[in-house]
């Protein structure tokens, strides 16, 4: 069969193309940029890459078209399709009907977390030999690809709950039919398609709906959100992350290091064994915990899991190292949610001590360029010292109005060159300096890295 993509170079449908041609299909695709890294790992795999929505593309017609959920009506291509009744479907129901509807799935849901938490588990199960499938919404670096078929029942996939395509107004999890659920989180986001929180709880409590009775649920207790949408029913058992270490009804971490390196895991007030690894922060400690419980109702052991996470090396763009320059060290982190903003810099200070943190902000996502959480976002930042915020010109407020009510000296700036100048003035030894968006941010780790090569050229 002949598959052709509308949207390919997303993670999500990037994946979906690496998983059709494993399933031996022929495979095309187009987006309105085709770029790496996903478009040299889908050209590594032998598929077809075009450069932008044209018509021309479909003039050997496929026998199916996949849409991406970033296609709308008035597409050339969508338009193409539907006029001439060539067949269609999302990529969340494609995978359920030809990979998810016979396996055993492990769905990682949530505000935050999700692809941290999914790489995590994929790399349990993968560690404990049992070669997972997966689809992973970002590079996971334990693995050559973000998706692949799997030899093994299990199956691990990134539940997002953005909604499926033009024609399918749902969250993309409702088709992803879980055995084992993970709710990491839950909080108002991506405004874009939804309205208030309530509406994003009902997307859940679908996705709960569908979790057998033979399967399980994991979640935070002091979650109120999360609680919430369980009380509308649920008929599946659950598994809590809590608070006590002593308690009887759940998990349990406790930090034997302040920047969340080193933690004891218990289970119902039971030592499991203590993780060590490289990864640092109390949310990776939280993602951590949800992905031994997953890997525990899948069969796999506690104490084999701790083993593989010593051994696990953490997703691309999260709090990841792009350079070092005069001990100046510069991360590139996917923050762009005021709780995930405020958690990653809550880590880098216990990591850092007493050393300075610069946080550099660019406001991307829609539900951030709308405005919605510009009253909570100067506090998120107050683990930095120094604050540097990015007006891009889509952002449709005023990131000025943040600079009084920061805690720590904060510019803004309309321009990257001039941005970087200025983070370069100021940075010094020992500085850490975190990165944070949603996208590329006009590749300003490297010219960070760069620039600060300039200033410090013995370095």
């Known amino acids: 069969m002949h598959i052709h993509i509308l949207g390919i170079c997303g993670t999500f449908m990037g994946g979906i193309a690496a998983i059709a041609k494993e399933l031996g299909h022929r495979v095309s695709g187009c987006d309105a940029n ?5 478009s040299t790992q889908l050209e590594a795999l032998g598929i077809e890459l075009k450069q932008g929505y044209l018509t021309e593309h ?19 291509m969508v338009e193409y399709v539907l006029d001439r009744n060539i067949a269609y479907v999302s990529g969340p129901q494609w995978l359920l009907e030809n990979v998810l509807k016979d396996r055993w799935v492990l769905a990682v849901s ?12 994929t790399w349990i199960l993968e560690y404990a030999k049992m070669s997972p499938g997966y689809l992973i919404g970002g590079v996971p670096q334990n693995f050559e690809s973000s998706a692949r078929l799997g030899d093994s029942p299990f199956f691990v996939i990134e539940a997002d709950e953005y909604d499926t395509a033009f024609f399918d107004k749902r969250s993309k999890f409702v088709h992803y039919r879980p055995r084992t659920l993970v709710i990491n989180n839950l909080e108002f986001d991506h405004a874009d398609i939804f309205d208030d929180l309530s509406d994003i709880q009902r997307q859940f409590h679908h996705l709960i709906r569908m979790v057998p009775s033979n399967g399980l649920v994991l979640y935070p ?14 008929w599946t058992p659950i598994e809590m992350g809590v608070d006590e270490h002593n308690s009887k009804n759940g998990w349990h971490a406790e930090k034997l290091k302040a920047d969340g390196s080193e933690f004891i895991v218990r289970f119902k007030g039971e030592t499991q064994g203590t993780v060590k690894w490289g990864l640092i922060g109390d949310f990776n400690i939280d993602n951590g915990l949800m992905a031994i419980a997953a890997a525990r109702h899948a069969g796999v052991p506690t104490h084999f899991a701790i ?3 010593a051994e ?4 691309k763009r999260r709090l990841e190292l792009r ?26 200070r216990a990591h850092v001590g007493k050393n300075r943190v610069i946080a550099v902000l660019e406001p991307r996502s829609n539900t951030m360029k709308s405005g919605v959480h510009k009253d909570t976002l100067a506090a998120s930042l107050d683990h930095a010292d120094m604050i540097y915020i990015y007006q891009g010109d889509s952002v449709e407020w005023s990131v000025e109005s943040l600079i009084k009510d ?5 510019e803004v700036s309309t321009s990257l060159n001039a941005l970087v100048a200025r983070i370069t003035d100021n940075a010094q030894t020992n500085d850490t300096i975190v990165v944070m968006s949603n996208g590329g941010f006009g590749g300003i780790h490297t010219r960070l890295l760069e620039s600060l090569s300039t200033k410090y050229p013995e370095a």
């Open 110 to 121: 949530g505000t935050h977390g999700k692809t941290t938490t999914s790489s995590m588990l």
């Open 323 to 348: 350079g070092t320059v005069n001990n100046i060290r510069v991360y590139d982190d996917f923050a762009h949610h005021p709780t995930a903003i405020n958690k990653t810099l809550m880590g880098v």
């Open 34 to 38: 085709v770029y790496p890294p996903m």
């Open 58 to 76: 479909l003039k050997d017609e496929p026998d199916l078209v996949i849409v991406g959920n970033a296609m709308s009506r008035g597409n050339p």
């Open 406 to 410: 920061c805690n720590a000296p904060c």
């Open 312 to 315: 696990f090396i953490n997703t």
């Open 307 to 309: 083993e593989a996470l």
């Open 221 to 234: 207790e002091n979650e109120q959100a999360i609680t919430d949408t369980l009380s509308q029913g649920c």
